[in-house]
């Protein structure tokens, strides 16, 4: 079946340091979502990319999804502590099914 | 975005015991919903799809008899774990989406067997 998987597993950097965490899935994908789940929280939706090669920007954070529709990043410019958390990408398939890789837990130290 | 709730937030229930968790998306009408199971610090293990009227797909590995989904309206779709054991405590999460778009998730529900 489909695999999704991200990298790395934990990042931990200094405040105002940038971060990129990477999903490949083995299968092409109809659309990637990303997702942020805060310790002790559930998942909120960030964004969804659709189209092949592209790149959607909100804030500090940019989005990519690649040319084969099979993987994606996502980079956060100058970190801050508010942006800790576990981010998830989701490969939608069909029927609606995501499969949602195993997370980048990420760290700020102020 | 579009509001999802679930109750109980979280459930203390002895080892046999059935357990019903109510998943409702309060702002809009939801063709699908997914039940996911997550252990600490790990991702998102899809249980089931949940379509209205229809029944529920399970993923492999996972029992139907054991995880009852029953997605009565639009708005609401409820798990039963059914007969439940320590090795089933863990944190459900449900999602409700829109004609394959995104997910919302609900909250969680915390649940723990004794």
């Known amino acids: 079946g489909q695999q999704v998987m991200q990298i790395p597993q934990y990042q931990h950097v200094q405040e105002g340091e940038d971060f990129t965490t990477y999903c490949n899935s083995s299968?092409?994908?109809?659309?990637i979502q990303w997702y942020k789940q805060r310790p002790g929280g559930h998942p909120v939706f960030l964004i969804q990319?659709?189209?092949?090669?592209e790149v959607k920007k909100q804030k500090r954070l940019t989005f990519q999804f690649g040319e084969a529709k099979k993987n994606s990043s996502l980079h956060i410019t100058a970190t801050q502590t508010t942006d800790v958390g576990t981010y998830f990408c989701a490969g939608g398939a069909s029927l609606g099914k995501s499969t949602f890789g195993d997370g980048t837990t990420l760290t700020v130290k102020p | 975005g579009a509001v999802v709730s679930q109750h109980p937030s979280w459930v203390i229930c002895k080892s046999g015991t059935s357990v019903k968790i109510e998943c409702r998306s309060l702002d809009f009408q939801a063709t699908t919903m997914f039940w996911y199971r997550q252990f600490p610090k790990q991702s998102l293990m899809l249980m089931a799809t949940?379509?209205?009227?229809?029944?529920?797909?399970?993923e492999q590995g996972v029992e139907k008899d054991k995880f009852l989904i029953n997605h009565a309206s639009l708005t609401l779709s409820t798990l039963t774990v059914t007969s439940a054991h320590p090795e089933d405590s863990s944190f459900y999460i449900c999602?409700?989406?829109?004609?394959?778009?995104?997910?919302?998730f609900g909250p969680g529900t915390r649940l723990t067997v004794l």
């Open positions: 999602s409700a989406s829109r004609a394959g778009r995104e997910q919302f």
């Open positions: 949940s379509n209205e009227g229809s029944k529920a797909t399970y």
């Open positions: 990319l659709v189209k092949s090669g």
């Open positions: 299968t092409t994908l109809s659309n």
